[in-house]
């Protein structure tokens, strides 16, 4: 891990035992951290904080206090955080279930919500059970139990309802008319890469992976080509083509089967197709 991303994570988790003492029973690195593939000055921070129990309300904001950036600068473009009462972690819900979410950083717009029902539905409400699902296959944990034994993954219908809530949201995003490269389109495409790869191979993979085991597959090469080479300064791809490629992906998580998570036997990683 990069040794100042490193040594910011050590400090939150310190803060965050000040402020929940033996309530906090688990830290946990998620998104590009916890999948390998954060990078300097693009990636954010993704961390998600376990409680024993229910928070009071000045705890939550004694958490949001002392964790935001003006008070623990953090090196990445922002921190998004999420903490959850481990019963919540446990249950695989799709919903929110959220104790506190604080989104900080010195290019990331503030958010902290308290309550999960001020959480405004435009913004949308499948981002968490997302997350948590990531978190159980690939959660690195900075304190406490292995992430594997504390998040619970969602059920197959639950998380094929999320993926096409959240590819649906993607394409109600306003996107230039024309037809020149349009910023962070990269991010959409490959987005729906790693949905479409969870849905068909049962493994969460970092965006550019995910990209990158569909080309391999002679899945919509060009269009992936373009998102993976923006990222290191190229063109992005047009509104247009992420829509288009959004769309075919949301279609056909609609409309296919789940795979079972990737499991590992005597023979290597497998995975299993659930039935029905």
């Not at 035992?17 to 906090?24: C, E, F, H, S, T």
């Not at 191979?201 to 965006?207: I, N, Y």
């Not at 085991?213 to 002679?218: F, N, S, Y």
Request: aromatic fraction near 6%; include cysteine.
């Amino acid at each position: 891990m990069d040794s100042v991303l490193a040594h910011y994570l050590d400090n939150l988790v310190a803060a965050a035992r000040d402020v929940l003492g033996a309530d906090l029973v688990g830290a946990y690195a998620a998104g590009s951290v916890g999948l390998g593939a954060y990078q300097p000055g693009r990636s954010d921070v993704d961390v998600a904080l376990v409680s024993a129990g229910p928070l009071p309300a000045a705890a939550k904001r004694e958490l949001v206090a002392r964790l935001r950036h003006e008070a623990l600068p953090c090196p990445a473009r922002g921190l998004e955080l999420v903490v959850y009462d481990r019963a919540v972690a446990a249950s695989g819900t799709p919903e929110p279930g959220f104790e506190v979410e604080l989104n900080t950083g010195a290019a990331m717009p503030f958010r902290r919500t308290l309550d999960p029902a001020d959480r405004p539905a435009a913004d949308g409400r499948f981002w968490y059970g997302l997350d948590r699902s990531i978190l159980h296959q690939s959660g690195l944990p900075l304190l406490g139990p292995p992430a594997g034994e504390v998040f619970a993954d969602l059920t197959a219908a639950d998380l094929r309802r999320l993926l096409v809530e959240a590819l649906t949201w993607w394409l109600a995003l306003p996107t230039p008319p024309d037809d020149q490269p349009a910023p962070g389109t990269e991010d959409a495409v490959l987005g729906a890469c790693r949905s479409l790869v969870r849905h068909r191979d049962g493994v969460w993979l970092a965006k550019v992976a995910a990209g990158q085991r569909l080309v391999d597959t002679g899945d919509r090469t060009e269009v992936i080509h373009r998102a993976v080479a923006a990222r290191h300064g190229g063109p992005p791809p047009t509104g247009a083509q992420a829509r288009a490629f959004q769309q075919r992906v949301r279609d056909d998580i609609a409309g296919q089967e789940p795979v079972e998570p990737e499991v590992s036997g005597p023979g290597g990683t497998v995975t299993r197709r659930r039935a029905g």
